[in-house]
Each structure stands twice: as C-alpha cells, then as structure tokens.
C-alpha cells in the first residue's frame, strides 16, 4: 500500500500533523490546529486530509478489465491443461498445474503498476453544529478534481508516530470495506478488517443493530482480523 511505502521523511510531511493533532488529546502536546471557539465538543471534531492518486481514474478501470480478461484466460488454461493431462477430479495433482500456467500463460507477465498519492491536503476537520450536517473548516479544495478518498479520523489515540503508518493504512482498508458493505456484499479477504473507516458508516454501525461493530478493532467477528489490536 503506498501509505506503507513512503519513506520516512516524506511519511512525515505528510501526516506528523494529522498524528500531533490526535495526540494532542491523550498527552501533553501542542495542538498545532486551532479549533474555532464555535465548536460544540471539541472531542467530537473529525479530522480529514484529502489523498489524490497518480494515476487516473479511467486507467484504473481499464486494469481492472485486463486483469479480468487474463483471470478468465488463466482460469480457461489451467481447465484445458486439467482436461488434456486427463487430472479432472484429482485434486492433489491441480496445484502443479495452476503453478505452471500462472508463470507460462499469457498472464505471467502481467504488470498491474504502482498505485501512488500524488498529492494530500492540509489537515482540515469538521463538526456537527447541533445538527446533522456536517460543517467543514479550513479544508483547501482542489477545483481541477475531487479527492480519491478523504482520511477521517476522530480524537482517538494515535499511538507512536512509527506505528501510526499502519494505523491509517488500516483506515483506509476499512474504507474500502465499507464501500462493500454498503453495497450488501462481504468485501474480499484483504479488507475484512475491524477499525475506524467511512465516518457515516462508523455511525451506522455504532447506532443500528443489524451491523456488527466493525469499527471496534477489538470485536470478535468471525472472518475479521484488526491491525491495531496487536499494536
């Protein structure tokens, strides 16, 4: 994931700020983001940074159907190689022949790229001023596009700054997570994963029974797996 894959310094430029911010309210440091006076609960503020990728959208979908198309042509030469070696239905002999076509098919040479952020905003936040919008303050919007996805992260504790890389690699994934879920669809594996994702599913799941509590990285729900409980 490119969070994980940044170097240190450029790690750091982007997000000590972020990390400074939350921490603030669990240890005795500056809070380098002032909070406007308007502020209900200032315990309740969610802070946001906007990620853009470097690749464009449209590519991105275009590699999605390539890698379909060679899924499918994998899937069809392992079936050929299974019928021709006559080892249908013998399934200790399979695992050699899907080894074989996935490093001699058309699909061994197949480069899916490197996903990168181009670009992440300043640290802004938003509140609900007693009532259910919620108003944002001090974000920098782009006008040439919207973001890819936007951090959203409540007061909770941080931890150290070294860990707090995999701590938003995390909440990212639960994006993403959350994105199935809310389309009716266990996500895959990759991102069956507890913790803090989309703000307005992190409500849903704290305020409607008929969710687990995905955002409890501590919850025990079966298939799940959370990053942060070992942190």
């Known amino acids: 994931m490119a969070l994980l894959e940044r170097d240190d310094e450029e790690y750091d430029r982007a997000f000590e700020t972020l990390h ?22 200032p315990e309740a503020v969610l802070y946001m940074q906007d990620l853009f990728v470097d690749t464009d959208l449209a590519d991105i979908r275009g590699l999605h159907r ?16 299974l019928v021709n070696q006559n ?7 399979v695992e050699d022949v899907v080894e074989h076509v996935g490093t001699t098919g058309k699909q061994a040479d ?4 490197e996903f990168a952020f181009e670009e992440v905003s300043e640290l802004y936040y938003a509140y609900y001023p007693g009532t259910n919008e919620l108003r944002t303050v001090g974000r ?15 007061t909770g504790d941080p931890g150290p700054l070294p860990g707090f890389r995999t701590f938003l690699a995390n909440h990212l994934l639960c994006q ?17 994963v507890l913790g803090l994702g989309l703000h307005h599913f992190t409500l849903k799941y ?18 799940y797996v959370s990053w942060l409980s070992a942190m």
């Open 176 to 192: 993403i997570r959350d994105c199935f879920i809310g389309m009716g669809v266990d996500p895959p594996l990759t991102y069956r």
């Open 110 to 113: 197949l480069d899916i790229g």
């Open 140 to 154: 920098d919007a782009r006008l040439d596009r919207d973001p890819d996805t936007t951090i959203q992260l409540s």
């Open 66 to 81: 390539t890698v379909a198309d060679r899924i499918n042509e994998a899937a069809i030469d392992t079936l050929g190689e």
């Open 206 to 223: 704290m305020n409607f029974d008929m969710y687990p509590v995905y955002v409890d990285p501590d919850a025990d729900i079966e298939g």
């Open 20 to 41: 400074q911010q939350l921490l603030s309210y669990h240890d005795d440091v500056d809070r380098p983001l002032a909070i406007e006076d308007a502020v209900p609960d």
């Open 87 to 93: 080892l249908v239905g013998r399934f200790e002999e």
